[in-house]
């Protein structure tokens, strides 16, 4: 069964810096484009990036361009999100998912808050 | 950036009726491969989401047929053909066709 888990998420001051990372199990993962998405306390799903099978393409919703990087290592079946400048605005929980256009596997998530 | 405008926002059902939710699109959701990325997302209250349909219309394994997806283009619709009280929560439609991705603002499913 193909599963998702997330982990990193914290409480951390604005301007601060966190990783969170993702390890999937039970599919291939290097044969998948892989996405993170959020959801702001009692909000709707955001898309935040997405990434390709081999690193070659990476998309960013415009609110985390220059601030947010994903990145994946397909040796250890992991993907990552590192996130700076944080600002209140991007307190969420953020789900790791399988897929780009269909997204079929979502994880369990990992909270982040941004507070002083 | 493509937006989808779900309806209702809140839909009380009661046990063993039909439900229908609404998502239209700002433009085509027909991808240049001739796909239509078109899903429909459940969020049970504390839990993550989970795809139900993909395609528009294409029911994921271990789907209940109870759920039922229709729609080409600008214009799709979620079906339950009979609401069961599991079937409380969010539902959200998602388009993957263009970038960036983007999401329906959500239906509440309740029971009356």
């Known amino acids: 069964e193909a599963q998702l888990v997330e982990s990193g998420g914290g409480l951390v001051q604005p301007g601060g810096s966190l990783r969170l990372s993702c390890v999937a199990s039970g599919f291939s993962f290097s044969s998948y484009w892989m996405t993170w998405i959020r959801q702001a306390p009692g909000k709707g799903l955001e898309w935040v990036a997405s990434?390709?099978?081999?690193?070659?393409?990476?998309y960013y919703v415009d609110s985390v361009k220059g601030r947010f990087t994903i990145s994946r290592d397909n040796a250890k079946d992991a993907l990552y999100l590192q996130m700076n400048s944080l600002r209140a605005e991007d307190t969420a929980v953020y789900y790791c998912?399988?897929?780009?256009?269909?997204?079929?596997?979502w994880g369990q998530g990992t909270t982040v808050t941004v507070s002083s | 950036d493509v937006v989808l405008t779900q309806s209702p926002l809140s839909l009380p059902v009661t046990l063993g009726q039909p439900a229908s939710i609404s998502c239209r699109s700002s433009r085509s959701l027909v991808h240049s491969d001739g796909s239509t990325y078109l899903n429909w997302f459940q969020q049970r209250p504390g839990q993550s989401p989970r795809r139900l349909l993909y395609?528009?219309?294409k029911r994921d394994s271990g789907v209940p047929d109870r759920f039922s997806g229709s729609g080409s283009g600008t214009e799709f619709t979620l079906r339950i053909s009979g609401v069961e009280a599991e079937d409380v929560g969010v539902y959200y439609c998602m388009q993957g066709t263009h970038w960036p991705l983007t999401f329906g603002g959500g239906t509440t499913v309740e029971i009356k």
């Open positions: 395609y528009g219309s």
């Open positions: 998912v399988r897929g780009r256009s269909g997204m079929d596997v």
């Open positions: 990434m390709r099978q081999d690193g070659g393409e990476r």
